[in-house]
């Protein structure tokens, strides 16, 4: 028997939450591997303070690598694409982080999930 | 320190609420608003201690201070005996007094409680009355309470109320004794004061709208601020 | 007899070496851009083609650049590249004389002495025909197998030949190398073991069978060489297409669509392809490569360009390099490795997708003046050149507007050295649109990351670009600076991009002149390191780059000099790091070092004297 | 000189203390009340940042002491009296000694986990204590939480305890940023799957090799550090324990499940320290660590001359603070004696 | 679980209680959505422990919903209170207790602030005495209306016909508890066993035979949140909080839940309808639903009352189910009947939610 949901005016809302139980972490994983300087960011924000990007919006890396580090990869995928990899966060990173890589390694593999998930919606 | 700093600091509440907050987050942790809303208690602390009036006027105009449900559950763990709930309310206080809440479409919405559970008490003696959750206005009470509102004197002589009945018991009527008693007080220690100030500011923005404003329940603007959701609350 | 079985290996080689460049070629050309087939097919017709043959003489024959190089292994290459080439020509006039100028098949000059063998004429044989055919090739054999040696030597002592490490090989490599070693000796055998059978042969063949037939059944032998002469080319044949000495063809090809006017143009492409496998791995970029003091030698362009021959996935060797140019400046083919690299990265990252947007509507800078400066993302992290620069345009009087005072959009450089051609576009466009409002007639900047873009990528309808460095000299030509001697004793270090990669080393340097005594370098110009801050490298760790930096800072600091003076703020940021010795920019040498002006500079000589 | 000094307390400071004190030629009487001498350290199996061994570290202290010190165990000092310009100290069980100067090194008490009650230690069973994981450590058992599982992360808390109005105590405890790395580490090398997260406010690296080894942690085994103090933890069906913290770098309240949760119990004054203030009429012992005569300049002096203090009774220390702090004692005392 | 952990804890929680003599003040929302368990509530104190306890006509509201949605000023809240507290002087009467957990969160607070800031209280009586001429003296005791059935537990067990055990299994129920927040999140001294595992329902479910459940998202609140409610606009909140404890006790299974805060039954009711009507989803047994109930409805239906003279019937989650599993026996014809058995026609029956009638 199908019923109709019923509307009262307002509806559930998602918890904004970090779920890391339910985060996916494997694209974490795979960048880590990829620039393993990762694990050395100490999210002092040097680099979101420097950013060319950030002059013109709300890009921080620091941001960006936090959120990956929680699996919140959905909130990533418009994040890296504004940065100009013009290499001044990884020049003032007290901790040597390969930032540049790790902006490509993000962007490229959020474009390789979005291939996968493509891939499996025309499957 | 600013003025609206200053006016805050004058709110009782506001001096229990904030001492030298360190930013651990155990408040937004466990807030059940910061889990369904845009919004941090953490970061309403810091921005109320930052003591800047510009700010602490734009969070006093914004949505932010209206998505606490006051259950205090930040005042039991935080580190340093702050209590940000207490603190917002004493924002929303002060935001209501200079009517920067009409700014926010959550702000705005004090109208409608207070043309609700606000005129209920003065009128009444109680927040709320059966009579006043009307089905209407309240789907989700489902079709028992509907039942129930449909056959309110006869379900409540059954559950043992003094339905509207003279004397004590539940559900009485209060005598206009009392309800002058009431009316006195909210006269005497600004409550009628602060309604009216939701009244006028309320009555400014509804005009800025180009919304009818009127005297109750269905007028235009209410039925605006009571149903707007410019789903911009959630993070999705 | 004009046949024999043993030349079979030799021909069926040789047959399916010329059907592979058959296929390779025309699939090349059929890669082509229309435009670029257009060309080439101009430039056959044209003088060009002079030049393109001039070229492959002295580049493929001779060997100039490795000459140039190292004599020895110049000597080397030569030897078998001219050595064979000239066996094969003076071969085939031989074989027309012997034949009586019939066209001979294509085995038959190359074995000619199995088919013919006349008895040596002495002693004056050589002012006889046949007798001159006989010591020529005898005397080009000698020659190449004398190359044969050196290569033999090289494998032990590189460092004779001025080659700290060679080129590690693959199998294929091993395999066309160890026949094309043997094919001479081979052929040496064979027409030894013949000559001793028959009594013939020149001065060396025919010496060395005459002591060959006093020990060795020699008419056993003679027959099995030939074949193992042959089944050598055979090998050689086969395995060359697959092999590095590909770059023996296709080098010649290279030559002639550069002089046609033709580039690298989009990636992967016939130009790269071919490029790819014109390299020789002759392995002469690996030791200017920095990338070895970082470990990274499998980065080197070599190994690189082998990758991209192999269609190895490799990521890393694309994306680990400084994009210094220390291999183009050495490459005897003169292959176009950064932009190979460029390519290659572009390939790897076309998944990463930039969004400029929010460049839109940005406020524009209203200001108009002759000259307008762009301190560049660098130049801002370095607030020691800005200031030394706002200084400098101070003391001089000059009106000019500060295009990046609030902040700088990226010049694009950096994406570009990421591949990300389409992305570095979009930010020169918006760059571009700026600087075009300013009006202005030159343009400065302090970086050479953006002085090389803007000189490379930029249409700027007629704006001068200069770097600071340049700007300043100018300046103090003019009379508008004036510079303070002092007794400091310096050095200055060329940066990549500015240096190798614009063509900039004398007007730093001459501006430095007039403040310190300038020290030699031993690697500088030309030859100058990479401080191992590069963005060029997407893909280093700060430990590596501090080894690159280390050691480039050792080699400055040989004279002890009291300050290390660049002209980029990359450069100086790196090396600062480095705590080896004072760094500073060009500019802020400049800044601290001005004189009063031109009146005052007089009276303190005047007093002086 | 002949000179005698009683030290209270047989713990790294008490221990140090007095064997400075022999090697300067005093009489000393160490007393203890309990059976055994060495404080916590006996109970701590390695100690940060090089993870020294807690028993090789009190064997070595132990060594350094003379044989001329009397070290009066199984005494609780009941009795401690300024007379003129000596001290009468007198013990439960009736030991009695005259002194001409005292050192007080009773130490400090870990913070009683229970009292954070939201972190439900002693109601959920797989959230122990710092001071368990190092007897887990030191026991050699295989590493499981009490259902007999390999956790597959593991969380540890920082500031359980300290920093903490609603526990009363406000200070930092020092160690226990470096010990949660440690120990992190630790549990890291045992469990190389396991997943380890460290529930930070500030992370307070302050020694030498210290933020080193924070490095090393997040380097070489990838611990994951979240800004934010602990919440609540509640237990699922499965015994994990659910935390909530709000990540406060991000702005966003987060929840994760882990097999064991590790509070960094803080340092609190130990409950002996008081009275025996008491006795002696030192005043300055508001938050129950006595107060020294001056914090930068007289460590070990108090306001009573010839009443001296060493190690954590004063204050949160490491181990090395504190036998540094024992010797400067020895010194102190040395110099009021022989004035 | 440990439950002796816990014990520890509820030991360093006591709160001192009234034996007798209570100045009774009603809920807003206890007496419009179940005025029977206030009922129940005076009839098992009266007529089952004897003891004496004053229903007062002239008290009001005493503000809270207005205060903590923030329309009405603190200084009217104490104000208001304060009247209440004059009403209780007058009566002759000194301990207090209040049916809501909103009210006595606001009284703890009240008594708090003045305590900190007498002159507040100087204030507040000037203002008291000003609009209506009364006087007060604090209460000497104050009290949650739950405080006081946990008291009593052990004595309402000793009458109770039923017990909460499932007859056919012998087992124990599996019951949830649900704390109002201002019970004891503000002042968890002031609330039986504080406010991280507040005892106040644990005793009670104990001590009358059932097995608390603890899950994960025991200590949420149940999302009424205030203006969070009554604004149609913002209900999605309070309903999400819901769902959310919904999901998170799900699992264990319960049979019922219990709450001491007016307003939580009614939400944790609704919303499980609400929720049914929107996703389909719905919690407990066979669509059953899980049974919000009072604890003092649960206090009258172990002590064997009539369940629909006890009002179960005006809960959306139908009661039936949980009455069949303890035994209590019930007349189906009579529940939307009136006193008399006048018909009252019929509720609607929900899409997904179980519903019960004849």
């Known amino acids: 028997m199908e019923k109709k949901a019923k509307y009262f005016g307002y509806s559930i809302t998602r918890d904004r939450q970090i779920d890391y139980d339910a985060n996916n972490h494997d694209i974490c994983k795979i960048i880590a591997k990829a620039e393993p300087t990762l694990n050395l960011c100490i999210s002092c924000g040097t680099c979101a303070a420097t950013c060319t990007a950030g002059q013109f919006t709300d890009f921080s890396l620091r941001q960006v690598i936090l959120l990956l580090r929680r699996g919140e990869t959905k909130s990533l995928e418009n994040e890296v694409s504004k940065c100009m990899l013009c290499g001044k966060c990884q020049l003032v990173c007290p901790r040597n982080v390969s930032t540049r890589n790790l902006v490509i390694q993000i962007g490229k593999a959020l474009y390789d999930k979005k291939l996968s998930a493509e891939t499996v919606n025309t499957k | 320190m600013g003025e609206l700093y200053n006016r805050l600091a004058d709110d009782i509440r506001f001096v229990e609420s904030l001492k030298a907050c360190i930013n651990c987050g155990t408040c937004t942790a466990i807030c059940p608003a910061a889990e369904f809303y845009n919004y941090d208690p953490r970061v309403i602390a810091t921005t109320v201690q930052s003591q800047d009036d510009e700010k602490i006027r734009e969070l006093m105009s914004s949505d932010a201070i209206w998505y606490c449900g006051e259950c205090m559950s930040c005042k039991t763990r935080c580190p340093r005996g702050n209590a940000p709930g207490l603190l917002i309310m004493a924002l929303r206080s002060v935001s209501q007094d200079m009517g920067f809440f009409t700014e926010s479409e959550k702000g705005r919405q004090q109208l409608a409680v207070k043309r609700t559970i606000g005129d209920q008490i003065l009128a009444s003696g109680y927040c709320v009355r059966p009579d006043m959750v009307d089905p209407g206005m309240h789907p989700e009470q489902g079709p028992v309470w509907d039942w129930e509102h449909k056959n309110l004197i006869p379900v409540m002589n059954k559950l043992g109320a003094n339905y509207n009945g003279e004397g004590s018991g539940a559900l009485r009527k209060i005598s206009q004794d009392d309800l002058d008693e009431l009316q006195k007080i909210f006269e005497i220690t600004g409550g009628q004061e602060r309604y009216d100030k939701i009244e006028e500011f309320s009555k400014e923005k509804a005009a800025e709208m180009g919304l009818e404003f009127g005297t109750d329940t269905n007028s235009e603007y209410f039925q605006h601020i009571y149903t707007a959701n410019n789903q911009k609350h959630n993070h999705e | 007899m004009t046949f024999d079985l043993f030349v079979l290996p030799f021909f069926i080689g040789l047959l399916f070496l010329l059907g592979v460049l058959v296929v390779k070629y025309s699939r090349w050309i059929a890669m082509m851009d229309a435009s670029d087939r257009v060309k080439a097919g101009m430039a056959l017709f044209s003088f060009n083609l002079l030049k393109t043959v001039n070229e492959i003489f002295l580049e493929s024959l001779l060997h100039r650049r490795m000459f140039k190089r190292n004599p020895l292994l110049g000597y080397m290459h030569m030897s078998f590249a001219l050595g064979w080439f000239l066996l094969i020509v003076m071969g085939n006039i031989e074989s027309r004389v012997y034949s009586g100028g019939h066209i001979n098949p294509p085995y038959y000059p190359i074995f000619l002495k199995f088919f013919i063998h006349d008895k040596r004429v002495l002693p004056f044989e050589i002012f006889t025909l046949p007798g001159f055919f006989r010591f020529t090739m005898d005397l080009i054999l000698l020659f190449v197998l004398s190359g044969l040696v050196l290569a033999v030597i090289k494998r032990t002592r590189s460092k004779w030949f001025g080659l700290k490490r060679t080129t590690v090989h693959n199998s294929f490599d091993r395999w066309a190398i160890t026949s094309l070693w043997l094919i001479f000796p081979m052929r040496l055998l064979a027409e030894s073991f013949t000559a001793g059978i028959y009594k013939g042969g020149g001065f060396l063949t025919n010496t060395l069978g005459s002591i060959f037939d006093a020990i060795l059944p020699l008419e056993y032998m003679a027959y099995p060489a030939w074949w193992a002469y042959s089944t050598m080319l055979g090998i050689f044949f086969v395995t060359l297409p697959w092999s590095r000495f590909m770059h023996i063809p296709t080098e010649i090809i290279l030559i002639f669509l550069r002089n046609a006017g033709i580039d690298q143009g989009k990636y992967p492409g016939s130009f790269s392809e071919i490029e790819i496998r014109s390299c020789p791995r002759c392995g002469v970029c690996i030791d200017v490569c920095q990338m070895n003091q970082a470990g990274l030698t499998g980065s080197t362009a070599v190994y690189f360009i082998r990758s991209l021959r192999e269609k190895l996935p490799e990521v890393q060797l694309n994306s680990n390099c400084m994009m210094c140019g220390r291999c183009l400046e050495v490459c005897p083919v003169g292959i176009d490795t950064l932009g190979l690299r460029i390519g290659a990265r572009g390939v790897d990252n076309k998944g990463f997708a930039s969004d400029f947007t929010y460049l839109v509507n940005q406020p524009i800078v209203e200001k108009k003046a002759e000259v307008v400066y762009f301190a560049g993302c660098m130049g801002h992290l370095t607030p020691g050149v800005k200031r030394a620069m706002l200084q400098i345009f101070e003391k001089a009087k000059i009106d000019f507007t500060f295009l990046d005072e609030d902040g700088s959009v990226c010049c694009g450089r950096p994406l570009k050295l990421a591949g990300m051609k389409e992305a570095s576009l979009t930010l020169i466009s918006e760059n571009s649109a700026k600087i075009k409002n300013t009006e202005a007639k030159i343009l400065v900047t302090s970086c050479p990351i953006c002085y090389k873009v803007f000189n490379d990528d930029y249409q700027l309808d007629g704006i001068q670009v200069m770097h600071h460095s340049v700007f300043i000299y100018n300046l103090v030509k003019d009379g508008k600076l004036v510079l303070r001697q002092t007794d400091l004793k310096a050095v200055y270090h060329d940066p990549c991009e500015l240096g190798r990669g614009s063509g900039i080393y004398e007007q730093p340097r001459n501006v430095l002149k007039q403040i310190a005594e300038v020290a030699d370098v031993s690697e500088e110009r030309v030859n100058s390191l990479c401080c191992g801050g590069s963005i060029g490298d997407l893909n280093m760790d700060a430990v590596k780059r501090n080894l690159i930096r280390d050691k480039a800072l050792t080699i400055l600091c040989e004279s002890q000099p009291d300050i290390l003076v660049t002209a980029c703020p990359l450069c100086k940021k790196t090396f600062d790091s480095g705590n080896a010795t004072v760094v500073k920019d060009i500019a802020e040498v400049v800044a601290e070092n001005l004189a009063l002006n031109k009146l005052h500079k007089q009276t303190v000589d005047m007093v002086k004297l | ?339 | 679980m440990k439950l002796e952990g816990k014990r520890l804890i509820w030991q360093d929680y006591q709160k001192e209680i009234a034996d007798d003599h209570y100045f009774y003040a009603r809920s807003c929302i206890r007496q419009t959505f179940f005025p029977g368990a206030e009922a129940v509530f005076v009839k098992i104190l009266k007529d089952e422990l004897g003891k004496d306890i004053h229903d007062e006509q002239h008290h009001t509201s005493c503000t809270g919903i207005g205060y903590h949605s923030d329309v009405v000023p603190f200084d009217t809240t104490m104000t208001v209170v304060a009247r209440q507290f004059a009403l209780m002087t007058e009566a002759g009467y000194e301990n207090y207790a209040a049916s809501c957990v909103t009210s006595f969160g606001l009284y703890t607070e009240i008594l708090d602030t003045w305590h900190h800031f007498p002159e507040k209280e100087a204030q507040i009586r000037e203002y008291l005495f000003k609009a209506t001429g009364r006087e007060f003296t604090k209460p000497k005791n104050l009290a949650h209306a739950s405080d006081i059935v946990y008291k009593f537990r052990h004595q309402i067990a000793a009458k109770a016909k039923y017990k909460l055990v499932d007859k056919n299994t012998g087992k124990p129920l599996k019951v949830v508890e649900h704390i109002g927040c201002h019970y004891s999140k503000m002042f968890p001294h002031k609330g039986i066993g504080g406010a991280e595992y507040p005892y106040v329902l644990s005793g009670m479910i104990e001590a009358w035979g059932g097995e608390v459940i603890d899950y994960p998202e025991r200590r949420h609140c149940c999302g009424f949140g205030f203006r969070q409610y009554l604004v149609q606009a913002n209900r999605g909140f309070s309903l999400s909080c819901s769902k959310k404890k919904f999901e998170s006790m799900e699992p264990y299974e319960p049979d019922m839940i219990i709450t001491n805060c007016p307003g939580c039954p009614m939400f944790l009711d609704r919303w499980q309808y609400a929720l049914s009507e929107m996703e389909g989803k719905t919690y407990g047994e066979n669509h059953n639903g899980i049974p919000v109930f009072t604890y003092e409805e649960v206090a009258g239906m172990i002590m064997g009352y009539d369940p629909w003279e006890i009002g179960l019937q005006v809960h959306q989650v139908p009661a039936e189910p949980l009455l069949d599993k303890i035994g209590i026996p019930y007349d189906s014809s009579r529940k939307f009947k009136g006193k008399n058995g006048e018909d009252l026609g019929m509720p609607e029956s929900p899409s997904y939610l179980k519903f019960y009638s004849e």
């Open chain 4, 1 to 339: 000189m002949g000179k005698h000094v009683v030290v209270i307390g047989a713990g790294p400071a008490g221990l140090e203390t007095s064997a400075s004190l022999a090697k300067l030629g005093f009489h000393v009487t160490l007393v203890e009340k309990e059976d055994v001498s060495g404080g916590h350290l006996k109970k701590w199996h390695a100690l940060f940042p090089t993870l020294l061994s807690g028993k090789d570290a009190l064997e070595t202290i132990t060594k350094g002491l003379d044989s001329s010190i009397k070290i009066q165990t199984a005494t609780k000092v009941t009795g401690l009296e300024a007379v003129n310009d000596y001290f009468t100290i007198s013990g439960h069980n009736g030991w009695q000694e005259k002194a001409d100067a005292v050192v007080l090194t009773t130490g400090f008490q870990l913070f009683d986990s229970h009292r954070k009650e939201e972190y439900g230690y002693g109601i959920y069973e797989n959230v122990i204590t710092s001071a368990d994981l190092e007897e887990l450590f030191a026991s050699g058992k295989a590493f499981v939480n009490r259902h007999g599982n390999k956790p597959e992360r593991v969380g540890f808390v920082h500031c359980v305890g300290s920093r903490d109005e609603k526990v009363n105590n406000l200070h930092c405890s020092k160690v226990c940023c470096i010990t949660a790395v440690k120990q992190a580490i630790e549990v890291k090398q045992l469990l190389p799957d396991a997943e380890v997260f460290c529930f930070y406010m500030d992370l307070r690296m302050f020694g030498r090799h210290y933020e080193e080894l924070y490095k090393e942690a997040q380097e070489k085994y990838n611990i994951q550090f979240i800004r934010g103090r602990l919440s609540e933890s509640t237990e699922d069906r499965d015994g994990n324990i659910v935390v909530k913290v709000e990540d406060t770098l991000l702005g966003k309240p987060l929840r994760i499940k882990v097999g064991l949760l590790v509070l960094m119990a803080g340092m609190e004054p130990a409950p002996d320290t008081k009275p025996l203030a008491n006795m002696l009429g030192l005043k300055n012992v508001s938050d129950g660590f006595i107060q020294p005569l001056d914090e930068v300049l007289h460590t070990n002096s108090t306001e009573i001359p010839g009443v001296f203090v060493a190690g954590t009774c004063s204050g949160p220390k490491s181990v090395s603070d504190t036998l540094a702090d024992a010797r400067s004692a020895a010194l102190a005392v040395a110099d009021y004696l022989k004035s």
